[in-house]
């Protein structure tokens, strides 16, 4: 078939190379349009745009993909399908009317579960054991359309959202191909979502990737692993914000800390939670590098019965 791929972050390049060594024609690429970036703040392609360009793959930019200069162009191109892997624009009707097959959308959870703009983040947060990806037909509605394929990934005890998403973008790259495969040979037929199981999964905020020190320590360490490494899980430390990585939950006994208090030892930092402390791996203060957690209270001087807010 002859497509034409949408996508814009790092996530969605091994999907455009699986699909540029398929036995499809990519006839063209949709990204965002360039974007400030780095310390001066230059223009910058998005990462499916530099790989389409060297690719040698006529690159489409549109502010926004209602536009009509955009569409005439998409028809000229004559694609039989669009596949999307996290594009980042809502596509109107009249862009999806376009290709023959529409546009056939990776999204990285097992629809229904976790429709919206951060599955991955959402299903480590609540402590799901297994996730996936999905391809389906995208429609009007958000995540709602009729799907392909699905593939399965377990959820390990110490993935970050960024450790999941690298794993889900190799193996959905291969269902995408598969699914495009099977819609030109006619083998694929969509179904329709069931109407049970439906979860949302809306962006994640700096404002939500505040620890709250009451939850069980379990819960702290689902929300630092699903905000890496974005936003970044953080607390407040004598009024300002310090950024935290991994931590690691430690069983609780009799002279466990209370919520948010610190236990400085030689080679270790503990922090009281709603049940047993946690232990923190590494801290990133305001305006410092970020480094081991011992390191950082070494050179804050704390002792213990410090506490994060």
Same mark, same amino acid.
């Given at each position: 078939?002859?497509?034409?791929?949408?996508?814009?972050?790092?996530?969605? #390049?091994?999907?455009?190379?699986?699909?540029? +060594?398929?036995?499809?024609?990519?006839?063209?690429?949709?990204? !965002?349009?360039?974007?400030?970036?780095?310390?001066?703040?230059?223009?910058?392609?998005?990462?499916?745009?530099?790989?389409?360009?060297?690719?040698?793959?006529?690159?489409?930019?549109?502010?926004?993909?209602?536009?009509?200069?955009?569409? /005439?162009?998409?028809?000229?191109?004559?694609?039989?399908?669009?596949?999307?892997?996290?594009? =980042?624009?809502?596509?109107?009707?009249?862009?999806?009317?376009?290709?023959?097959?529409?546009?056939?959308?990776?999204?990285?959870?097992? $629809?229904?579960?976790?429709?919206?703009?951060?599955?991955?983040?959402?299903?480590?947060?609540?402590?799901? /054991?297994?996730? @996936?990806?999905?391809?389906?037909?995208?429609?009007?509605?958000?995540?709602?359309?009729?799907?392909?394929? #699905?593939?399965?990934?377990?959820?390990?005890?110490?993935?970050?959202?960024?450790?999941? $998403?690298?794993?889900?973008?190799?193996?959905?790259? @291969?269902?995408? #191909?598969?699914?495009?495969? @099977?819609?030109?040979? =006619?083998? $694929?037929?969509?179904?329709?979502?069931?109407?049970?199981?439906?979860? $949302?999964?809306?962006?994640?905020?700096?404002?939500?990737?505040? %620890?709250?020190?009451?939850?069980?320590?379990?819960?702290?360490?689902?929300?630092?692993?699903?905000?890496?490494?974005?936003?970044?899980?953080?607390?407040?430390?004598?009024?300002?914000?310090?950024?935290?990585?991994?931590?690691?939950?430690?069983?609780?006994?009799?002279?466990?800390? +209370?919520?948010?208090?610190?236990?400085?030892?030689?080679?270790? #930092?503990?922090?009281?939670?709603?049940?047993?402390? %946690?232990?923190?791996? !590494? %801290?990133?203060?305001? =305006?410092?590098?970020?480094?081991?957690?011992?390191?950082?209270? !070494?050179?804050?001087?704390?002792?213990?019965?410090?506490?994060?807010?």
């Amino acid at each position: 078939m002859r497509v034409v791929f949408a996508g814009t972050p790092e996530v969605a #390049v091994p999907a455009l190379d699986a699909i540029a +060594a398929s036995d499809h024609e990519l006839v063209g690429v949709v990204t !965002r349009p360039d974007a400030p970036a780095g310390r001066g703040r230059r223009l910058t392609p998005s990462p499916v745009g530099l790989r389409a360009e060297e690719l040698g793959v006529p690159v489409l930019k549109p502010t926004h993909p209602k536009e009509p200069e955009f569409q /005439e162009r998409l028809r000229e191109l004559r694609p039989d399908c669009c596949p999307v892997v996290a594009y =980042g624009a809502l596509i109107p009707q009249s862009a999806l009317d376009i290709p023959a097959h529409g546009w056939v959308n990776l999204h990285f959870s097992l $629809l229904p579960a976790w429709r919206g703009a951060a599955p991955v983040q959402h299903s480590i947060w609540a402590g799901d /054991e297994v996730t @996936g990806a999905t391809t389906f037909r995208i429609v009007k509605a958000l995540d709602a359309g009729p799907t392909f394929g #699905v593939m399965t990934e377990a959820i390990r005890a110490t993935d970050t959202s960024g450790d999941l $998403l690298d794993r889900l973008a190799e193996g959905g790259a @291969g269902l995408l #191909v598969a699914t495009l495969d @099977g819609i030109e040979d =006619g083998s $694929l037929e969509a179904r329709e979502q069931p109407a049970d199981g439906v979860s $949302l999964a809306p962006k994640i905020s700096v404002d939500d990737a505040r %620890v709250e020190w009451t939850e069980p320590a379990q819960a702290i360490d689902r929300r630092v692993r699903a905000c890496a490494p974005f936003p970044g899980a953080w607390t407040e430390f004598e009024g300002e914000r310090v950024k935290l990585g991994p931590v690691t939950p430690v069983a609780a006994s009799a002279d466990s800390p +209370a919520p948010g208090v610190l236990v400085v030892g030689k080679n270790e #930092v503990l922090v009281g939670t709603g049940s047993g402390p %946690v232990r923190l791996d !590494r %801290v990133k203060a305001f =305006g410092k590098k970020e480094m081991g957690a011992a390191d950082w209270a !070494r050179g804050a001087r704390l002792a213990d019965g410090a506490t994060f807010r």
